[in-house]
Nanobody
Framework: VQLQASGGGLVQAGGSLRLSCAAS????????MGWYRQAPGRQRELVAA???????TYPASMKGRFTISRDNAKNTVYLQMNNLKPEDTAVYYC????????????????WGVGTLVTVSS
């Protein structure tokens, strides 16, 4: 499965962005999916995750501002980000796996190209 994240850009603090991740292949609907981010000098971290059937989970620090969703007919997963803060500046990646724990841990072997989100103060 190849993944292409898009929708990043420069936004002022308090603004919103919607990221999209298009996946190739017919197995998308079977995969749990996650959005992750990596800021300069920091480890990659999970931002949000969604199961193959649409249940969502967020780390405590991300709850309330980020919303993950998916459209299996379009092989696409989305991340709606509201009330963005400068500390949200990072490269955002999407990735998936059939193992939920792998998605939560972010231990997939292959990572595609992310999309850069820059939040100015």
């Amino acid at each position: 499965v190849q993944l292409q994240a898009s929708g990043g850009g420069l936004v002022q603090a308090g603004g919103s962005l919607r990221l999209s991740c298009a996946a190739s292949g017919s197995s998308f609907r079977l995969n749990h999916m996650g959005w992750y981010r990596q800021a300069p000098g920091r480890q990659r971290e999970l931002v949000a995750a969604i199961t193959a059937v649409g249940s969502t989970t967020y780390p405590a620090s991300m709850k309330g501002r980020f919303t993950i969703s998916r459209d299996n007919a379009k092989n696409t997963v989305y991340l709606q980000m509201n009330n963005l803060k400068p500390e949200d500046t990072a490269v955002y990646y999407c990735n998936g796996d059939r193992n939920w724990r792998t998605v939560l841990a972010g231990t997939q072997h292959y990572w595609g190209v992310g999309t850069l989100v820059t939040v100015s103060s």
